[in-house]
């Protein structure tokens, strides 16, 4: 009787884990950004030359031939480079006037670039700090570290609609025409995810 009972223990034991794990394997995955709070969040393909505005993983909106940094991609960005740092920022500003049109600025650099940055000895610690507060204070971070900075998203303002329908060009940012910026803007707000892979 008591082995018997003992299966039936363990049995029930056993039905509850798979139901765990079958609830577990059936939910849907949190995403990047903002998914779990219901906000929208920018996904920036930099192989695919997309931004898509999502909502959890479906998206609502893509907007197709962006260009990115003249030298491509990197996770190790720093001042004058050209490339376009890849990574998960948020929003801090959006500019409805700029010589780019709009400019939705990014919390370029990020904690833990900066950290990075400090421990290959790019920046002090007087750096790291500010940097580090800023993001704590959900203020922008500085901009004029070895790191670079004024990272974000742009129409084209004065530049040339033909050089970007042909090439990357940027010198870090991802640009936009403006009239893709302008449909953009209504999805952007201070602490909108943007995700660069």
């Known amino acids: 009787m008591y082995r018997k009972r003992s299966g039936v223990v ?3 034991g056993l039905l509850r884990v798979a139901a765990l794990l079958v609830c577990l394997l059936s939910a849907p ?3 990047i950004g903002s998914a779990q709070d219901g906000r929208p969040w920018v996904l920036i393909d930099t192989t695919g030359l997309t931004l898509s505005v999502m909502q959890g993983e479906q998206p609502v909106m893509t907007l197709f031939n962006i ?5 491509g991609t ?7 480079d050209n490339n376009t740092p890849l990574g998960r920022f948020r929003v801090t500003e959006v500019r409805r006037r700029s010589g780019f049109h ?3 600025a990014l919390d370029y650099p990020d904690a833990e670039r900066a950290e990075k940055a400090r421990r290959d000895g790019l920046i002090g610690e007087p750096e790291l700090n500010a940097i580090l507060g800023a993001h704590r204070r959900g203020t922008p ?3 004029q570290t070895a790191l670079g900075g004024q ?3 742009h129409g084209l303002g004065n530049a040339d609609p033909a050089l970007h329908e042909s090439i990357n060009w940027t010198r870090g940012c991802v640009a936009l025409t403006d009239r893709q910026v302008d449909a953009l803007l209504k999805w ?6 943007v995700e660069i892979r």
């Open 10 to 12: 363990i049995a029930r």
């Open 151 to 153: 990272i974000g998203i």
């Open 67 to 71: 260009a990115i940094g003249r030298y």
């Open 141 to 143: 971070p500085p901009q």
């Open 29 to 31: 995955a949190t995403t």
């Open 102 to 104: 709009r400019f939705i």
């Open 74 to 80: 990197t996770r190790d960005k720093v001042r004058g």
């Open 188 to 193: 952007i707000d201070v602490g909108v995810t």
